[in-house]
């Protein structure tokens, strides 16, 4: 299979939340000798492995086995930027596969996850290329900044990366879903019933239909319940 074809399988499964698909995917690309290909070729491949991993990682029930495939997400995307330093994708799966870790260790440890995190999304959004993958990390960025600690939730700087991101994602459901959440954090409840109702109004993304459904049923249940 030639590995555009990989990344249509990936895209179609991760939109269609197809645990077995990806799962069986996973397994084909680790069986490719890497050896045979060269340093970016390699690269593109291992990150995509690492994104595989990173997906099953979110579908399986949380507990070591969820952990142990965000390790091996980690893993594979640092493997991935050392075939091809400027591979944004490598970057972005190893900045998320870390946000997600935090929640598997001690304090100490979630701090050293948080500053890895800092410094992967910025290389992720310096290096793709890809619309969605820019807009993807310029989003989690915003995200980060909603939270404590550093930099102690900026709502500011939070919604200044959500326009940011609006210039790739604005046909992504997901953008408008926390951006509406932002608005609830700064009691703006006019913009937030705007964006709420915005997602669900939007056709889905084709590279997230199943998180799209999601973003709809909840940007429902939050209109009538807080902004009634």
């Not at 086995?65 to 091996?72: D, V």
């Not at 290389?123 to 619309?131: G, H, M, T």
């Not at 915003?142 to 709502?155: E, K, T, V």
């Not at 046909?171 to 964006?195: P, V």
């Amino acid at each position: 299979m030639e590995l555009e074809a990989y990344f249509r399988v990936f895209y179609e499964a991760r939109s269609e939340r197809d645990l077995k698909t990806i799962q069986s995917l996973l397994h084909e690309l680790e069986a490719i000798n890497l050896d045979s290909v060269n340093g970016k070729l390699a690269g593109e491949i291992l990150s995509l492995l690492s994104e595989c991993y990173l997906e099953v990682a979110q579908l399986l029930p949380k507990g070591r086995e969820s952990e142990a495939y965000l390790k091996k997400s980690l893993q594979f995307a640092e493997d991935a930027v050392k075939e091809d330093p400027l591979n944004g994708r490598a970057y972005y799966a190893m900045a998320m596969a870390s946000a997600i870790l935090i929640d598997f260790v001690n304090v100490f440890q979630k701090l050293a996850l948080l500053n890895d995190f800092d410094q992967y999304i910025e290389k992720a959004i310096l290096y793709n290329d890809d619309p969605v993958y820019k807009g993807l990390s310029i989003m989690a960025k915003a995200i980060r900044y909603m939270s404590a600690p550093w930099p102690f939730g900026d709502l500011k700087k939070a919604d200044e990366n959500f326009r940011q991101a609006e210039k790739y994602l604005e046909s992504y459901s997901g953008l408008y879903f926390h951006w509406a959440q932002l608005h609830l954090k700064l009691g703006n409840q006019e913009l937030a019933r705007q964006l709420f109702e915005r997602v669900t109004k939007m056709d889905p993304h084709p590279m997230f239909k199943k998180q799209h459904e999601e973003h709809v049923q909840a940007s429902r249940d939050l209109l009538n319940l807080k902004l009634k």
